[in-house]
């Protein structure tokens, strides 16, 4: 007999706002999917101490609720006619996720790369939960990792989590405590899974949600062409001028054409103080440093190839748009192109051209608005988007036209504190990444502990020795340092004997005028703000004290103040005359605001309603 259809169950699940659908720029890391381009990214973490495999299966058990997508998998909308949905997985066995495997000898460093490759390439079950961890016993012979570690390989499907949000997922696995070993485990908490939806359910879920948006295509352009239009930095900067494909053409590299199956990568590992130290004389970002360390080791690796182009690369680089307040795992990220400058030979030179690169990049993301361009992936329609994706590898188009970029350059701020897992410690964590046919190269940054680990991931057939490209990015930070250091000699150098004095000074005491004429500002932006302005060689600090019904603003540098504000004296200056946005220096990391996410938009609000009087 057949099975009665309960039309009441049907509209229920149909209507159910628990059910979440992937969204667009989710989507199309699924569409990306190919046998050749698994498409999810990894971590390997090494933890010192024998840590048991028993201990590890547990703490992941009694973690596993604050994952939610941990024991969820995708269900496809009938003859994928709209994007899946995520539902709970009534199957669900944390056996079939963890892995326990002992290294090979030699166990040093290359045969764990080596099985780390073997590892990433395998793709996940698009049936289950999309994550697995493989647990890598006897870690015996690398240098100053203590004799009987343990490696754990944790690999994540794209469609689940970005890079920000994967630091967030270590916050959950690991904690900061030493002594976690001693502090008693909770207990694993029953998983009670929702039944799974109906295909006719999900077939009027996605009508339903098209119905309540038919506008949603035209509705973003739109609001894209607005912001355009109102922006004051399209007609400041002239970015498209500037960027002109005709002018700036995209060269077509070796880490432009088809990959295969078997993933290549390594890594180099950098100071981050030295890193700092050095963006302090040389100006910019760390996100610059980052960005020309790479740029001369790629430029090294072409030439001695034979094939550097007489143009630029250019760089694809991701920008977080995640809020701190955002507690969704899913993908909130966005792009921008840079020019790597590997035509110039100086890296000094190279460095100064990246930087105003990055500057061009970040207005141009600027001017169209971050939350706009993730907006763009939901209005590309889902089945064109799924058909676009498997034509573009089947029939080669990326031969039929110049990449739009050569290469993928990530940095991802990770946990400034050492972690732990049960009492154990993390001795280092290194990021792994999908590539695709036509983008065969990815480097990422990843920051932990005082350290920076710049790790390249590649496949076979493009990069099969990423080991010697991560040896020059390693030697092309010592030949950056030794110019940026000769640089500050000669700074020092012409440095006259009198005290530097600071541009900005006006910018204070304007503000001190404003809010003494504007007493209901101080109360509406009530709090202590310490700001410090950087003069090259030394550091001025001056405290905004708002918590009285009259504001003070004096010249003292607070040693552990609960908001920091920093930022470049040239830089505020420049704002303060009206040549630089405040939107724009947050976009480009010029100014940096430390305190609870609170205070951090008071005084955005505060010093936006000044620039505005």
């Known amino acids: 007999m057949a099975k009665k259809i309960d039309l009441k169950d049907i509209m229920q699940d149909a209507f159910d706002a628990s059910i979440q659908q992937v969204s667009g720029s989710d989507a199309a890391f699924l569409y990306a999917e190919s046998p050749t381009s698994p498409m999810h990214i990894a971590t390997l973490n090494i933890v010192e101490g024998s840590l048991e495999f028993e201990d590890f299966k547990e703490i992941i058990a009694s973690k596993l609720h604050l994952i939610p997508k941990f024991r969820q998998r ?11 949905y995520w539902v709970d997985d009534p199957n669900f066995d944390i056996d079939l996720h963890l892995n326990r495997i002992k290294l090979p000898d030699p166990s040093n460093w290359k045969t764990l790369r080596t099985l780390t490759s073997t590892l990433f390439s395998a793709p996940l079950d698009l049936r289950r939960p999309l994550w697995s961890v493989h647990f890598i016993e006897g870690i015996d012979e690398i240098a100053q990792v203590p004799k009987g570690s343990v490696a754990i390989v944790t690999k994540v499907h794209h469609v689940m989590i970005d890079g920000s949000s994967g630091v967030g997922l270590l916050g959950v696995l690991y904690d900061s405590d030493e002594n976690g070993k001693q502090n008693k485990r909770s207990k694993p908490k029953p998983f009670n899974p929702e039944p799974l939806p109906d295909e006719l359910s999900l077939l009027l879920k996605s009508g339903y949600g098209f119905l309540k948006n038919p506008f949603k ?176 590898s089947k029939y080669n188009i990326k031969d039929l036209h110049r990449p739009p970029f050569n290469v993928t350059i990530t940095n991802v701020p990770g946990p400034r504190g050492a972690l732990y897992l049960n009492g154990h410690k993390v001795v280092s964590i290194f990021g792994l990444t999908p590539v695709v046919d036509g983008f065969g190269l990815i480097i990422a940054a990843f920051s932990y502990n005082g350290q920076v680990s710049i790790t390249t991931t590649s496949d076979a057939k493009t990069m099969p020795d990423a080991d010697v490209f991560s040896k020059y990015i390693r030697e092309s930070a010592n030949e950056l340092e030794e110019c940026i250091q000769n640089l500050g000699k000669v700074k020092s150098l012409t440095k006259t004997a009198k005290q530097v004095k600071s541009k900005s000074t006006p910018f204070f005491a304007a503000l001190r005028k404003y809010l003494k004429e504007n007493p209901k500002v101080v109360k509406a932006h009530k709090g202590l703000y310490q700001v410090q302005v950087d003069l090259g060689d030394i550091t001025d600090g001056y405290e905004i004290d708002l918590t009285k019904a009259v504001a003070v603003i004096k010249k003292k540098k607070t040693l552990e103040p609960k908001v920091l504000i920093e930022i470049e004296d040239e830089n505020l200056f420049a704002l303060y005359k009206g040549k630089l946005l405040l939107e724009e220096l947050k976009i480009q990391g010029r100014i940096k605001i430390t305190g609870t996410a609170t205070s951090q938009t008071k005084f955005m609000n505060l010093l936006t309603a000044f620039l505005e009087r």
């Open 74 to 84: 995708l269900l496809n909308v009938p003859m994928n006619l709209d994007y899946p």
């Open 217 to 392: 295509v035209p509705k973003t352009v739109g609001e894209t062409v607005l912001n355009f239009v109102k922006s004051k930095a399209a007609s400041q900067l002239s970015i498209q001028k500037e960027f002109s494909s005709t002018k700036f053409p995209v060269p077509i590299t070796i880490f432009n054409g088809k990959i295969s199956a078997k993933r290549t990568w390594g890594t180099a590992i950098l100071s981050f103080d030295r890193i700092n130290a050095l963006r302090k004389v040389a100006g910019g970002s760390i996100n610059d440093m980052i960005l020309a360390i790479c740029a001369g080791a790629i430029r090294r690796y072409l030439v001695e190839k034979e094939k550097l182009p007489l143009h630029p690369l250019v760089a694809n680089v991701p920008i977080s748009i995640r809020t701190e307040d955002s507690k969704d795992m899913n993908n909130q990220i966005a792009n921008m192109m840079i020019q790597l400058a590997t035509h110039i030979d100086n890296p000094l030179e190279r460095l100064e051209y990246i930087q105003e690169q990055t500057m061009l990049g970040k207005s141009r993301h600027n001017t169209m608005g971050a939350k706009t361009l993730s907006k763009m992936a939901d209005v590309v329609p889902f089945g064109l988007a799924n058909l676009a994706a498997g034509l573009y």
